[in-house]
């Protein structure tokens, strides 16, 4: 495995830096919600975090880590659905909330930052 574990209240919070693969996501989403994964992206330095309750405590970990606030960007991922992005990620998370950025709901309305956010998910995913 490519990245670092945390253990937030019982459950990994992992640091993807390099890779994760599909099956360690497809046991993650066993593991918290059956079906799905919380993961938040660091747009600008191209790293995740995966595995959370709540995408505040990925979020939170990518903060200490150096991250900026308006590069984090919270999604679901869907492992049953690799390789169809408009099932496989979805873009709804109460971290995306930001009037101030021109992003007035939970989605990502930037459809630029969602083609980003879809570049840096197939480059650490793997199947």
Partial sequence: MACERYYH??????????????AELAILANERFGD????????????????????????????KRGS???????????????????????????????PG???RSRGVEDPGTRKKIIEIIRKKITN
């Avoid at 209240?9 to 599909?22: C, D």
């Avoid at 747009?43 to 595995?51: D, I, L």
């Fill in 9 to 22: 209240w019982a459950m990994p919070l992992q640091l993807v830096e390099t890779t994760i693969t599909l």
């Fill in 36 to 63: 799905l994964v919380k993961a938040v992206v660091d747009v600008e330095q191209e790293t995740m975090a995966v595995g959370c309750e709540l995408h505040v405590d990925a979020e939170e970990l990518l903060l």
């Fill in 68 to 98: 900026l606030q308006k590069d984090l960007w919270g999604i679901n991922l869907y492992p049953d659905a690799y390789g169809d992005d408009e099932r496989f990620v979805e873009f709804d998370s109460m971290i995306n909330l930001r």
């Fill in 101 to 103: 950025q021109g992003n």
